[in-house]
Nanobody, 112 residues
Framework: QVQVVESGGGLVQPGGSLRLSCAAS????????MGWYRQAPGKQRELVAS???NTNYAREGRFAISRDNAKSTLFLQMNDLKPEDTAVYYC??????????WGQGTQVTVSS
């Protein structure tokens, strides 16, 4: 059984930083594609950053994605946070089989 659990969200002031973590279990995730998505109220879920075997992508220079394959853990470092970054952030895992899994999400609120 694959499980995906996010942590690290919270309330932060504009300009602050947060580091989100995603712990995946149940498989070897070294060859999987892992990513972070976010969904703000009334908006569609959107890709924030992704990490595949050879490529990392982040939608903004303020965000950096990294992973520890030995621990099957994905990270998202977010700097200079803005109110528009407020959303529920979800971890996504896509195995080489094509099976896809989501975490339950972690809330990030950027407010003074």
């Amino acid at each position: 059984q694959v499980q995906v659990v996010e942590s690290g969200g919270g309330l932060v002031q504009p300009g602050g930083s947060l580091r989100l973590s995603c712990a995946a279990s149940g498989r070897d995730f070294g060859t999987s594609t892992m990513g972070w998505y976010r969904q703000a109220p009334g908006k569609q879920r959107e890709l924030v950053a992704s990490s595949s075997r050879n490529t990392n992508y982040a939608r903004e220079g303020r965000f950096a994605i990294s992973r520890d394959n030995a621990k099957s853990t994905l990270f998202l470092q977010m700097n200079d946070l803005k109110p528009e970054d407020t959303a529920v952030y979800y971890c996504n895992v896509i195995l080489t089989t094509g099976s896809q899994y989501w975490g339950q999400g972690t809330q990030v609120t950027v407010s003074s």
